[in-house]
Every structure is written in C-alpha cells, then in structure tokens.
Nanobody, 120 residues
C-alpha cells in the first residue's frame, strides 16, 4: 500500500498563507494521481484538489485562484499552497492517492491529516 505522511498545518490569520506537504512511499510516485481533501467538525469530508501523473490539476470552485496543488517527483512530495485563507477554510486536510482522470478523482489511501486553523 502507498503510505502518505502530511505536514505544514497550523494557525494562520485570515488572508494569510500556508503550504501543506505530503510525502509518499511505496508504489512508483511518478505514476500516482494525488489529491487533497478536507473535513471540518460536524461536516463530511470534501474534495479540494487533485493532480494527475502528467501534472493536470483540478480544484473545487471554492478554492480556485487561492490554492495551488503541485508535485515534485524527485522528492516524492505533493504540495498544497494555500493563499488568501478564510475562516471557512478551517479543517483537517488529508493527503490521498487514487485514480484520477480529468476532473474525476477517486481516493484509495489516506494520510493522517493535518489541522489548519484560520482565525483572528
């Protein structure tokens, strides 16, 4: 199984930025489709963004223009650059690996999650 380890969460004020990282082991990293999900307390987990093995990216409408997903195959790491953060972005963010085709992503494995708090 692919194993995923996340980092980079924390407390930031509205309008600030964070960069989340996800290091993957197992499998062949360059062939993986990778994604980010988030879950706020009392709410269901929702898809945020994903990136395919060839670098194609997709985003949920709420984060378009603010978040950027990327990957570094040499470091076997995926990133989520989060700018112009809003209080409603507060959630646990999860790294995932799965099947990606176009704007469709189906997760198979999950990281442990990293907490992002956006508050004054």
């Amino acid at each position: 199984q692919v194993q995923l380890v996340e980092s980079g969460g924390g407390l930031v004020q509205p309008g600030g930025s964070l960069r989340l990282s996800c290091v993957a082991s197992g499998g062949i990293f360059s062939t993986l489709a990778l994604g980010w999900y988030r879950q706020a307390p009392g709410k269901q987990r929702e898809w945020v963004a994903h990136i395919t093995s060839d670098g194609h990216t997709n985003y949920v409408n709420f984060v378009k223009g603010r978040f950027t997903i990327s990957r570094d195959n040499a470091q076997k790491t995926m990133y989520l650059q989060m700018n112009s953060l809003k209080p409603e972005d507060t959630a646990v963010y999860y790294c995932s690996e799965g099947i990606g085709r176009g704007n469709l992503f189906r997760p198979n494995n999950w990281g442990q999650g990293t907490q992002v708090n956006v508050s004054s």
